[in-house]
């Protein structure tokens, strides 16, 4: 065995467990907060769109504050331990503040303490890793996986514990309370999440001071984030920021809505493969939409083969592709008002599954290049700037778009998904031809 190989092998499983936990924090609450702001806390549309925006502040500031004491000042896993541990605290807030307000505040101190920490587990698992293209995709893996367990985990808590039972010979009106009761009833239970979240935050704290030293490059006197924001302006990275400015608002518009939207198909199911979908994942939404991570599993399992099968652009455009179908999937299920057919059901979770290929062949990769693009010594502070991107501005622009069209779309109460989904599919279009005419057909070695 090689020394790369042994060094390999060692690290992998303890950056594996880091992985799981990240994703599981924010995997725990994200797709169901909708749900229970909507639902259970009666938040007006605009107002919902508004807290969802401010996930996006962190991603913005800390490219400027978390890349800078990552690359200059502080080891990267002592910073990782200092913000879950904080953020743990926060999030447990949450499960019980009922003013929007107070969650609006909270909710904005939550993303600038977790926000950063997405892209500095990137940026030290590239720093340990000995072979970037063949372990990265092991390691990130596992975050999906958590995302999974958690997602599953809650939809079973609420399948079993916030769900009544309806007497099965009601019929009519009666039949179609008994059921919004039930979800009345799924999403007050939600409050679970935001504690399930904060226990997992707190672990993961502890665990990170666990991890292998990642220190600051003291030796580099310049700005970290100016010198990354400087390389930007080469392609492809100029191309790859721009074009995911609204893609990044197209994905967050997936997660803003599809919760409720596979709530409502769930709930609207007759017995039968709905019964047994529904025992496997759970009500409530989350759990079904945690095969979007299955799949996205698969993706990333052969991304090692397909980084060096595929050039870059083409693995972009076709997570560029997986975005407009997937939306022309739900928006062609149209509005579900009492019951949903066999057939929509289908339509959902192949929409859902979908999430693997948008996942993986855009925002992962995009990731990899900004990686291969950026000097060495500002890597982190260039996934930073990414991130800002990603959850930054698309949170932030993608939210309050999401709010707005959900307004539009609604007509005497009723959500029409068709009118719904149909704008962030012509987005992923508009998109993928922008981007098939202006990112280079072949790579372009830094300088």
Known sequence: MTTQQSQSGSIIPRLSLMMFLQYAIWGAWLPLLWNYLSGHLGFEGARIGEIFMVGGIGAVLGPFIAGQFADRLMNTEKLLGICHILGGILIWQLSWINTYQMFL????????????????????????????????????????????????????????????????????????????????????????????????????????????????????????????????????LITLFLIAVPVSCIHQFYFVHTAPFVQQVQAGSEAGIATWINNIFGVGGGGLMTLGQMSEIVVLALMPILAVTFNRKSLLAIGLVAYALRFFLFQSVGTVEGSASEMQLAMVIGGILLHGLCFGCFIFVAFMVVDEQMSADVKASGQNLFNLVVIGIGIIVGSLVAGWVAGWATVDGVMHYDKLFGIPMWGAIACLVLFLIAYPNKAIPKS
């Open 105 to 236: 505040l909270f909710s904005l101190m939550y993303s600038l303490i977790y926000a950063p920490t997405l892209a500095l587990t990137n940026s030290l698992s590239f720093h340990h890793l000995p072979d970037r293209d063949k372990d990265f995709g092991k390691v990130r893996v596992w975050g999906t996986v958590g995302w999974i367990a958690v997602g599953i985990c809650i939809g079973q808590y609420l399948l079993h514990n916030c769900t009544p039972a309806i007497d099965p010979e009601l019929t009519g009106d009666a039949l179609a309370a008994a059921k919004s009761a039930q979800i009345n009833a799924q999403n007050a239970g939600i409050m679970m999440a935001f504690k399930l979240s904060a226990a997992l935050g707190v672990l993961m704290g502890l665990y990170c001071f666990t991890l292998p030293s990642t220190p600051p490059n003291r030796e580099e006197s310049t700005n970290a984030s100016a010198k990354a924001l400087s390389e930007i302006r080469f392609q492809p």
